[in-house]
């Protein structure tokens, strides 16, 4: 089993920036791919950004491609998710979660989540 803790929400004037960091334990973090999702108020949880195990294999929202950047530190256990040019649209609570395989957008298939971090977005 896989816990995961998201960290580095905050409220933030639109234009401006935030990093999400995704902790977690287990030795066998290295081994999964982990996926950002975010949901706002009365929404669906959505796809934001994935990354392989290794690192090597990025996906984007086509919503977030260009301002989001997402990366691993397999040392650390630790993902990270860099957020530019936010904007209100991006207001919701980020959660990260991991599979086994490879990247899919899907929220069915991931196995564990986190309990999420806010990120709000004022205009």
């Known amino acids: 089993q896989v816990q995961l803790v998201e960290s580095g929400g905050g409220l933030v004037q639109a234009g401006g920036s935030l990093r999400l960091s995704c902790a977690a334990s287990?030795?066998?973090?290295?081994?999964?791919?982990v996926g950002w999702f975010r949901q706002a108020p009365e929404k669906e949880r959505e796809f934001v950004s994935a990354?392989?195990?290794?690192?090597?294999?990025?996906n984007y929202a086509d919503s977030v491609k260009g301002r989001f950047t997402i990366s691993r530190d397999n040392a650390k256990n630790t993902v990270y998710l860099q957020m530019n040019s936010l904007k209100p649209e991006d207001t919701a609570v980020y959660f990260c979660?991991?599979?086994?395989?490879?990247?899919?957008?899907?929220?069915?298939?991931?196995?564990?989540w986190g309990q999420g971090t806010q990120v709000t977005v004022s205009s």
């Open positions: 287990g030795r066998t973090f290295s081994s999964y791919t």
């Open positions: 979660a991991v599979k086994r395989g490879i990247i899919t957008r899907q929220v069915a298939p991931y196995d564990f």
């Open positions: 990354i392989s195990w290794s690192g090597s294999t990025t």
